[in-house]
């Protein structure tokens, strides 16, 4: 069996796809996980623990300890 992946770039012609794909009886359609993307820039949290007396075993001991 072959997969084939597909990547549609104008949404509104995704349904007339889905729909000409189902009527071939040799094509098996399977629904697939959408990768959803935050906003979030990594990088603006870069200065989070500026000025704060801690390190990675520290506050490693303190998650694994908390109750």
Same mark, same amino acid.
């Given at each position: 069996? *072959?997969? =084939?992946?597909?990547? =549609? +770039? @104008? !949404?509104?012609?995704? !349904?007339?796809? !889905? #729909?000409?794909? *189902? #009527?071939? %009886? ?9 990768v959803e993307h935050s906003d979030h820039n990594f990088f @603006?949290?870069a200065g989070m623990w500026e000025g704060r007396d801690i @390190?990675? +075993?520290?506050?490693? %001991?303190?998650?694994?300890?908390? !109750?």
């Open positions: 069996m *072959e997969e =084939i992946v597909l990547k =549609i +770039r @104008d !949404k509104s012609k995704l !349904k007339f796809l !889905k #729909q000409l794909l *189902e #009527q071939l %009886d040799f094509v098996e359609m399977k629904k697939s996980k959408s @603006d949290s @390190d990675s +075993r520290r506050l490693r %001991d303190e998650a694994w300890t908390r !109750k």
